[in-house]
T-cell receptor
């Protein structure tokens, strides 16, 4: 049982390049989330999804797009990467029940030069 | 707006000493509060939540609405408690997304 799997683990991009981060969960969770973690900032919610085919903006959505075409996958896209998007990105998932714990992936460390 | 404040970035205690990690929150509604922990080379995971009123690994946390606090406490720290601790608040209906504090790195000195 892998839980929440993020790919890739590391990536270096040049300014203006695009990329997609993949999150996959095998727990049949309805809810999925993308967070970014920056020094001194804690984790901040980028986008989230309450079910297949749905997405919603979080606290810091600008510069990112997401898609949830399949229940088990939640993709985070950067269309034109900027140095300000250098961060560690965490995916998480949870059951529908209120206050169900979030299950996190191991994170993706992205550097934009 | 929701806000979670963890005033201590770093906290060091000796093994066997009591430990308290502070968390204060700001939220106009009725908050649901959590502590998440990240041990070295492991993923972030739930430690405890206030609605369960449980003790996990010897840790407890009491919600004090008057002081808007949710401090994490353990009477006798162990070396394996060394980790990064995040306080988090859930205040939005319809999803379980959380607002996190900036975290406190706890080091237990042998």
């Amino acid at each position: 049982n892998a839980g929440v799997t993020q790919t890739p683990k590391f990536r270096v991009l040049k300014t203006g390049q695009s990329m997609t981060l993949l999150c996959a969960q095998d727990m049949n969770h309805e809810y999925m989330y993308w967070y970014r973690q920056d020094p001194g900032m804690g984790l901040r919610l980028i986008h989230y999804s309450v079910g297949e085919g749905t997405t919603a903006k979080g606290e810091v959505p600008d510069g990112y797009n997401v898609s949830r075409l399949k229940k088990q996958n939640f993709l985070l896209g950067l269309e034109s990467a900027a140095p300000s998007q250098t961060s560690v990105y965490f995916c998480a998932s949870s059951y529908v029940q209120i206050n169900s714990p979030l299950h996190f992936g191991n994170g993706t460390r992205l550097t934009v030069t | 707006a929701q806000r979670v404040t963890q005033p201590e970035k770093l906290l060091s205690v000796f093994k066997g000493a009591p430990v308290e990690l502070k968390c204060n929150y700001s939220y106009s509604g009725s908050p649901e509060l959590f502590w998440y922990v990240q041990y070295s080379r492991q993923r972030l995971q739930l430690l405890l939540r206030h609605i369960s009123r449980e003790s996990i690994k010897g840790f407890t946390a009491d919600l004090n609405k008057g002081e808007t606090s949710f401090h994490l406490k353990k009477p006798f720290a162990q070396e394996e408690d060394s980790a990064m601790y995040y306080c988090a608040l859930s205040g939005r209906a319809g999803a379980n997304n959380l607002f996190f504090g900036t975290g406190t790195r706890l080091t237990v000195i042998p």
